[in-house]
């Protein structure tokens, strides 16, 4: 069984700082992927950043990006410039194409202050 | 594309009541999910469809729950009958699954689902 680990309950950042968020994945898979999803007060799961286990190269977008270790089945967010519309719940999602199925962290809670 | 849909956005129900939960996926989708929210358990997948098929339903709690998916464009969720403990955010989501390549759920607004 794939399990997904967020070590980091909340966090907080000041605005226009950077944040890094953890997170470590169990898997005996060789086709995968991973995914960070956005959760605002709203409650809408938005999808922020993707990356396929094949790639070497870590995926960006705009002021995300991830640092993928696959040896070391580490997957972490780095929000740059960080912006008050960032705060929100931050889930960190295993994708075992095989069983078409996604593993979700517990999930860190990231509040920028003003 | 609208996204997904579900609906209702709340419910507050009263326990012994039956509770129908309503999705209509992505249209071209042909995968769908079912999971649920609690603080305490996080996010679990209950069910998913691949083709309006039900591929894998041990995430499901209990007989209580059942879910159907008569056509590409709509599924249900129910719960009967519905107990306190079922209070939780429910959310439906869909992808196109494979063999694309862009494995990427999309998820509704969820259903915030209070028994009383």
């Known amino acids: 069984a794939q399990t997904v680990t967020q070590s980091q309950p909340e966090m907080s950042v000041q605005e226009a700082e950077t944040v890094t968020l953890s997170c470590t994945y169990d898997t005996s898979e060789n086709n995968y992927y991973l995914f960070w999803y956005k959760q605002p007060p709203s409650r809408q799961m938005i999808l922020v950043i993707r990356?396929?286990?094949?790639?070497?190269q870590n995926a960006t977008e705009n002021r995300f990006s991830v640092n993928f270790q696959k040896a070391a089945k580490s997957f972490s967010l780095k929000i740059s410039d960080s912006q008050l519309g960032d705060t929100a719940m931050y889930f960190c999602?295993?994708?075992?194409?095989?069983?078409?199925?996604?593993?979700f962290g517990g999930g860190t809670r990231v509040l920028v202050k003003p | 594309d609208a996204g997904v849909i579900q609906s209702p956005r709340h419910e507050v129900t009263e326990m012994g009541q039956e509770v129908t939960l309503r999705c209509k996926p992505i249209?071209?989708?042909?995968?769908l999910f079912w999971y649920r929210q609690t603080m305490m358990r996080g996010l679990e997948l209950l069910i998913y469809f691949n083709n309006n098929v039900p591929i894998d339903d041990s995430g499901m709690p209990e007989d209580r729950f059942s879910a159907k998916m008569p056509n590409a464009s709509f599924s249900t969720l129910k719960i009967q009958p519905s107990e306190p403990r079922d209070s939780a955010v429910y959310f439906c989501a869909s992808s196109f699954g494979t063999p694309r390549r862009d494995y990427e759920q999309y998820f509704g607004p969820g259903t915030r689902l209070t028994v009383t």
């Open positions: 249209s071209g989708h042909n995968s």
């Open positions: 990356q396929e286990a094949y790639k070497q």
């Open positions: 999602a295993f994708y075992w194409a095989a069983g078409n199925k996604l593993t």
